[in-house]
């Protein structure tokens, strides 16, 4: 029932992991790549590919990209990813448009005018966390109103959490239905998924999100270890 159809441009590592995460929770994913050494197919048994150029509008219509609940424009180009998102938004009207913005020069085009309705921006997140700011400080980024399709939901992870310390399959093994981890961002940058790897205290973990499962993911991110937070909270 939860099943969406979720475009990605850019095959790299960032796109192949949120490839692997979505099509894994039943999601029905299109990578979208010119390289054919990037796409991988053997590596990615439950994904659709396509070889061609995704700032093509004649590609994007072979792709049927208006039949599409997200599009994500996740390549290492700027100008690539700006492309996407506007074609996906005004020539196929595409309900929920993500993109990856590479470089923080960049930033100010990332913005509806470009069809982009979330844009993730690894080194801003970084230097919040750098500087302590938290989400309630920017109440208007990393949530969005309500949209058909998914919605990107972020957590910083404190001391007191359940997860800090412990390997990621530890998280995803408790993620309500509709939810996908997509990325973890830390002082080294943004690394996708890899269970076995440690969360720290202070990671971000960033989640693709059903509308419906984002009550339940906050309530898990919320929670506490009993022990400390008694202490601590009052």
């Not at 005004?90 to 844009?119: C, K």
């Given at each position: ?32 790549d ?64 993500i ?58 992870l ?6 800090a310390d ?28 890899a ?40």
């Amino acid at each position: 029932m939860g099943e969406m159809r979720i475009a990605i441009a850019g095959a790299g590592s960032v796109g192949r992991s949120i490839a692997t995460e979505l099509a894994g929770n039943g999601h029905d994913v299109l990578l979208i790549d010119r390289d054919t050494r990037a796409i991988g197919v053997d590596d990615l048994p439950q994904v659709e590919w396509l070889l061609a150029d995704a700032c093509e509008l004649a590609t994007l219509e072979d792709a049927r990209l208006g039949d599409f609940d997200v599009v994500i424009a996740a390549s290492s180009d700027d100008k690539v990813n700006l492309v996407v998102s506007l074609l996906a938004k005004t020539e196929f009207a595409v309900d929920q448009v993500i993109a990856r913005i590479n470089d923080p020069a960049n930033e100010w085009l990332f913005d509806d005018s470009w069809g982009v309705d979330l844009a993730v921006s690894p080194p801003r997140l970084i230097a919040d966390l750098v500087e302590g700011v938290s989400e309630e400080d920017h109440p208007e980024e990393g949530t969005l109103p309500p949209l058909p399709g998914a919605e990107i939901a972020e957590s910083v992870l404190h001391a007191a959490s359940p997860f800090a310390d412990r390997p990621e399959r530890d998280l995803t093994a408790e993620l309500p239905e509709g939810v996908a981890l997509v990325a973890v961002l830390g002082p080294g940058g943004v690394r996708p998924p890899a269970p076995e790897r440690t969360l720290s205290v202070g990671n971000t973990v960033v989640f693709l999100a059903e509308p419906d499962a984002l009550g339940p993911l906050e309530e898990l991110l919320e929670r506490v270890e009993d022990s400390e937070e008694s202490a601590s909270e009052g």
